[in-house]
């Protein structure tokens, strides 16, 4: 019997807690991002994300999972369309398996609606959103 596992299998955190919609993603201020409060364009917006690998050890055997969140150059990031650069990717303070992936939102980004997608080394997500000004 083979398995095929994949590395990653992201999904963003999104307000309406189904995936879809608005994410889940804060500004540098740590401010939620809705549509009476829309990130700018060449702001930082943080967006939690689960199935990039835990980044804590389960049952502290270390070395299962992985410890450390993958590096930003293996992720990629577009918002509405166009580059989002990675700035960071961290592990969560509040949950082991959420990682925080920090973009650059792009200068030429529209105001209103826009699609986040996200592409690690072996799957894509872009059913999340994000309200730009």
Do not use: C, R
């Not at 450390?68 to 989002?84: K, N, Y």
């Not at 080394?121 to 994000?130: E, F, H, R, Y």
Request: no cysteine; aromatic share 4%; glycine share 10%.
């Amino acid at each position: 019997m083979w398995a095929f596992v994949n590395q990653t299998a992201i999904g963003v955190w999104t307000q309406s807690q189904t995936g879809l919609g608005d994410a889940y993603a804060e500004d540098s201020s740590s401010n939620l991002l809705t549509l009476a409060n829309p990130v700018a364009p060449g702001a930082t917006l943080n967006i939690p994300v689960n199935g990039l690998g835990s980044q804590s050890a389960p049952f502290g055997i270390s070395g299962i999972f992985g410890s450390t969140p993958p590096a930003s150059s293996s992720i990629t990031v577009t918002i509405g369309g166009l580059p989002a650069p990675v700035t960071a990717i961290a592990p969560s303070p509040q949950n082991g398996a959420v990682s925080i992936v920090s973009v650059t939102v792009p200068a030429a980004a529209t105001a209103g609606d826009s699609i986040i997608q996200i592409a690690g080394v072996d799957s894509t997500t872009a059913q999340a959103t994000v309200q730009v000004k």
